[in-house]
């Protein structure tokens, strides 16, 4: 069987446990934390970034550092995960979706400034597949509206929007280690911290509401219950096994995009006969290969080409069904506009499978696979054209 997804491993993982166990210091705020903390920092050129145990805790830290409260608005698109929604619904706000651009999946920048209202407070756009939104518009309209931005950068660790770290552009960044992910540690997030005024209380709200880290730094003789807050810790574990991985970022990276790169080249033929659509990468974006998706003709397309690779030992899924069709997503948000592309794009989707190290030779089994699909597909067809012609 060919999995969907391998959770990296570079080897290095199990030595920094091993000495994190060693360092008898397992809870959070660690020597490992402190290194991951300073690579994003270093690397990505942010005020502050802080570990976190998911980035659906890192949105809820974002959400309650923006005072988010009962009737403020948010804006976001529909197709995303539950928690970049969650996170803001939990503080009362109501939801406000707009539509998707059908080229990069991404939130229609051109569709936020008319879902503004007096009640919105913050954009939230989703980065998908590490392909970055058109942040310079979003950055824009947030400032001519005094409105926050938070980026669900889940997607998007070392992807870049003209030369800046996704996650590092609006005023929050939210990061993803999950195993799904380029870089993980089991279950993980980080959130990024750009603008000073937030840095101080950021901290505050990820120690359970103390100023504990101002009294570890020397800062405060004591430390004590100052805010609203929770544990939003992740373990030395968890930071060791991370910084594995990010000592070896470069290498996942490039290894990743040698595979979505040839994904591309070698699913062309399809493109260009009308079967599927690739990805769209903007120029002014460069992505880290956090998946290969192809986009099929419609719903049943895609249903029975994902039968057709499982029956032939090939993992690929489908993504996020828009949350404004949920059940929680019809008590907890509205849909501005219309639903032009979100629905029907998020129906033609399927994400292909992509891993570190992934054996050319596998890339290929899926790529024949899915030529195969097609070529039975269109002789089907042609022989039901030429059939009933003939009658």
């Known amino acids: 069987m060919i999995s969907f997804n391998v959770p990296a491993f570079t080897g ?5 446990i091993k000495q994190a166990i060693e360092n ?3 809870s959070g705020d660690g020597e490992f934390t402190a290194k991951c903390s300073k690579w994003f920092e270093e690397n990505y050129k942010c005020k502050k970034a802080l570990l976190t145990t998911s980035c659906t805790h890192a949105l809820e830290m974002a959400a309650i550092l923006l005072d988010i409260n009962e009737g403020d608005e948010i804006i976001m698109p529909s197709y995303t995960f539950v928690s970049t929604a969650n996170a803001f619904v939990l503080r009362g706000a109501k939801i406000v979706f707009v539509d998707i651009r059908p080229d990069t999946m991404n939130i229609d920048e051109k ?8 009640r919105t407070k913050a954009i939230v756009p989703v980065h998908y597949a590490g392909v970055s ?6 950055m824009q309209i947030a400032k001519k509206y005094n409105l926050m931005v938070v980026e669900d950068a889940a997607q998007g660790v070392n992807s870049y929007y003209k030369g800046k770290a996704l996650g590092t552009i609006g005023h929050l960044g939210c990061y993803s280690f ?9 279950e993980g ?5 750009n603008d000073d005024r937030l840095v101080e209380r950021a901290e505050i709200i990820r120690e359970k509401g103390t100023d504990r880290s101002k009294f570890f730094r020397g800062q405060v003789d004591k430390y004590g219950w100052v805010d609203i807050g929770s544990s939003y810790l992740p373990s030395e574990l968890n930071a060791a096994y991370l910084y594995g991985q990010l000592e070896n970022a470069e290498q996942i990276n490039q ?3 040698a595979s979505w790169q040839y994904y591309y080249e070698h699913l062309q033929d399809l493109f260009e006969n009308g079967d599927i659509t690739l990805p769209v990468v903007p120029n002014n974006c460069s992505h880290n290969a ?3 998706y192809i986009k099929v003709r419609d719903l049943v397309e895609r249903t029975e080409l994902i039968k057709y690779l499982k029956d032939r030992g090939i993992g690929a899924v489908f993504h996020y069904i828009p949350l404004h069709s949920s059940k929680a997503g019809q008590s907890y948000s509205i849909f501005h506009g219309e639903d032009i592309n979100t629905t029907k794009e998020s129906e033609a989707l399927l994400r292909l499978p992509l891993y570190y190290n992934m054996e050319k030779t596998i890339i290929k089994k899926v790529i024949e696979a899915i030529r195969s699909f097609y070529l039975d597909k269109n002789r089907g067809v042609q022989f039901e054209r030429h059939y009933f012609s003939g009658r």
Request: net charge negative; with cysteine.
């Open 12 to 16: 290095r993982e199990l030595y920094y």
């Open 24 to 26: 008898n210091k397992l």
């Open 111 to 118: 569709k936020i400034e008319e879902a503004i209202t007096t």
């Open 133 to 138: 939104c058109e942040m310079d518009t979003i």
């Open 178 to 186: 999950h195993e799904t992910k380029n870089y993980n540690c089991g």
């Open 189 to 193: 997030g980080a959130l990024l911290i």
């Open 255 to 257: 290894n990743r995009l």
């Open 290 to 292: 956090h998946m290969f």
